[in-house]
T-cell receptor, first 112, second 115 residues
Framework: GENVEQHPSTLSVQEGDSAVIKCTYSDSASNYFPWYKQELGKRPQLIIDIRSNVGEKKDQRIAVTLNKTAKHFSLHITETQPEDSAVYFCAASITGFQKLVFGTGTRLLVSP | SAVISQKPSRDICQRGTSLTIQCQVDSQVTMMFWYRQQPGQSLTLIATANQGSEATYESGFVIDKFPISRPNLTFSTLTVSNMSPEDSSIYLC????????????FGSGTRLTVV
């Protein structure tokens, strides 16, 4: 089955710096790759997603890139702010009607 | 996207007892999933709740421990049976909505503590 690896497990940056989180997946049939932000005590919230027919997607300070050949995708956050501090999870699924398999999570800490 | 009402939001239970968690969706959905998030960990899929048939369980999870019901396309329950402290986790339901531009939505979670 699908296996998703995520790195780094923790990431500390200064406010205004960029942050990059990387994930790799094992099943070449996966075609949907969402990123979730989870704040303490709250449910995961979708922040951006990408489907396998595109290589990059942006939404303001957040971008996701996908390399299908290498089977990896990355989350890029620019101009980080303290409120970006949270745990971020990547995930993958084969189709929209199959289970999501999650990465192990990255704890991002943005210091003022 | 769909709105999911999950309850209870939290509970403290005695070992050996059972707890049933409910998820109600505001629209009909085909796929519903149940996840477990152990303290400080990622989300792990317990099972896929199938309407009108038995749930599909992931490796390491069994029906006797986590029975699931899915009586219709808007509602599902997960029971955590014969609980032990190791079952202390957050349990979340999730649904897929949309067709071409689908997405996954999560319930607010149930924080379970077993003492």
């Amino acid at each position: 089955g699908e296996n998703v690896e995520q790195h780094p497990s923790t990431l500390s940056v200064q406010e205004g710096d960029s942050a990059v989180i990387k994930c790799t997946y094992s099943d070449s049939a996966s075609n949907y790759f969402p990123w979730y932000k989870q704040e303490l005590g709250k449910r995961p919230q979708l922040i951006i997603d990408i489907r396998s027919n595109v290589g990059e997607k942006k939404d303001q300070r957040i971008a996701v890139t996908l390399n299908k050949t290498a089977k990896h995708f990355s989350l890029h956050i620019t101009e980080t702010q303290p409120e970006d501090s949270a745990v971020y999870f990547c995930a993958a699924s084969i189709t929209g009607f199959q289970k999501l398999v999650f990465g192990t999570g990255t704890r991002l800490l943005v210091s003022p | 996207s769909a709105v999911i009402s999950q309850k209870p939001s939290r509970d403290i239970c005695q070992r050996g007892t059972s707890l049933t968690i409910q998820c109600q969706v505001d629209s009909q959905v085909t796929m519903m999933f149940w996840y477990r998030q152990q303290p400080g960990q990622s989300l792990t899929l317990i099972a896929t709740a199938n309407q009108g048939s038995e749930a599909t369980y992931e490796s390491g999870f069994v029906i006797d421990k986590f029975p699931i019901s899915r009586p219709n396309l808007t509602f599902s329950t997960l029971t955590v049976s014969n609980m032990s402290p190791e079952d202390s986790s957050i349990y979340l339901c999730s649904v897929v909505t949309g067709l071409g531009n689908y997405g996954y939505t999560f319930g607010s979670g149930t924080r379970l503590t077993v003492v």
